[in-house]
């Protein structure tokens, strides 16, 4: 049985689910980023695993719209660390990766989850940012690099136009507000 999750960002999204499948005695034949297929047998149901799957923060999707939006945002998050090294645009990337036409997968992700996929990277870029400003000693140039910017100046307007801060009153503070990934959209 096969089944889409919403909300399953990480590998530790991955290891915490397996870990739960395996104590109720599920087989899992794969788990991926948001997707989820266990062994057909008597005693697992889609009930069972809702039960399951909610009791750790996700959810089972059924809809093809919002399938879509979840695997949009599985390529985008597993694709957020390698942007510097990235051939192809995005656009090309999901159309390829869903076998759909990028206008396609726009409209319904746009009507679907309610911003544009192109906003919904910015997002992304920006707690990976805030994520860096706290681990490591990059300067804001590096940082802006890392994640495809054509400057610092560029990534620093728009992490003030998402955060309302600048970066570097965002760097000072103690009470940083970095919000999950599955929590963006």
């Known amino acids: 049985m096969k089944v889409k999750l919403k909300n399953m960002v990480c590998d530790r999204c991955k290891t915490v689910l397996k870990q739960e499948l395996d104590n109720a005695g599920i087989n899992v034949l794969s788990i991926e980023l948001g997707e989820l297929t266990v062994m057909d ?13 909610e009791r750790n923060g996700f959810e089972i999707i059924d809809d093809q719209n919002s399938i879509l939006v979840e695997n949009v945002k599985s390529i985008l998050i597993k694709s957020l660390d390698s942007l510097k090294g990235l051939q192809e ?25 309610g911003i ?9 870029k920006v707690e990976k940012a805030k994520e860096l400003l706290q681990m490591s000693n990059m300067t804001f140039a590096e940082i802006a690099y890392s994640l495809d910017y054509s400057s610092g100046s560029h990534l620093a307007k728009q992490f003030k136009n998402n955060t309302g801060m600048s970066m570097t009153a965002y760097k000072k503070v103690q009470n940083w507000n970095r919000k999950n990934l599955d929590k963006i959209v």
């Open 41 to 53: 047998e008597a005693h697992v149901s889609k009930g069972i695993l809702k039960e399951i799957a």
């Open 89 to 113: 645009n995005l656009s090309v990337i999901l159309s390829r990766e869903l076998r759909t036409e990028y206008s396609i997968i726009s409209k319904s992700f746009s009507a679907t989850a």
């Open 116 to 124: 544009t996929i192109e906003k919904y990277l910015i997002r992304l």
